[in-house]
């Protein structure tokens, strides 16, 4: 379980700072080997479903979560999955890998306390980028809109890790928001030459986290610099503005952030469609919450 250890803040500020701020935060949450090992397994031409499925049956927590997730709206499957290896067999082993990945991120900072992050808040902002992310690329016809979600699920990763260790200087940011109307992204800027975005793709990078998944998180609020994976960068970027205007949850940041209007016509949507995608997510992000995150 996670807990606040702050961090002097002089000694955060700068690349060098960011770096010693993923050290330090390392030392506290880590991925567990059980995503190492499932890595590992994904990418050996012999492995088979019942392999993956006993490896996951190893940690029943996780299989339970995967199980509700499965048999949420997020999938939509005519019948009910009641195994793991008919679970692991029907969503595919790229989806459980982010599976994985997102349910360990989840029990990571499960220990931050109430008074500086209501985490239920936090998730379903959460949740929400990431389903209309996953909205947007079927709208725009891109090929593995699926793979979209995690990176949004995970975009604002970069807020817990400051929880954790700049709790002070956290605290005192969204005062200062909150005194002079300005986003929490320019703040954070201003005080230690980079966000928690940036914080959040450096920590996934050093858990090896795929770069499909960690260079959006990192690019989420700058979406020109979105690289290889730009599509998702845009998406997950479009879907955090809306989110965020709408109200849906709060991450730290619930003031309304400009959408790059370029990262919309990458995609090809067109401004009056977003509200009728965001609508269309509302049932599955509700959902979600209820099976996936057990609230």
Known sequence: MASVNPLN??????????EELILEVDKLVSLPDIYYRLEEAI???SVT???????LQCDP???????????SAFYSFPTRIETIDRAVGVI????????????????AFEGIPTELANMSIFWEHSVAVGIMARALARKAGLANAESFYIPGLLHDIGRLVMYLRLPGMTRDLLL???????????????MLQYSHAEIGGRLLEHWQVPQSIWEPVATHHTPAYGGEFSAVTCAVHIADCWVNTNRA????????LDMDMEA????GIATDELHQIGIDCADTIQDVMRQFLNH
């Open 176 to 190: 200062e928001r909150e005194a002079r109307g300005r986003t929490m992204f320019s703040l954070e800027h201003e």
């Open 249 to 256: 949850g709060s991450t730290g940041s619930c003031f309304l």
């Open 9 to 18: 803040i002089a000694s955060a500020q700068g690349l060098n700072g960011l």
């Open 92 to 107: 595919g082993l790229r989806q459980v890998r982010e599976l994985v990945l997102a349910t360990s991120v989840l029990k």
């Open 264 to 267: 919309l016509a990458q995609l």
């Open 49 to 55: 479903t019942e392999h993956i499925a006993e490896l």
């Open 43 to 45: 990418v050996d031409p």
């Open 61 to 71: 927590d996780l299989c339970a979560r995967m199980l509700r997730m499965a048999n």
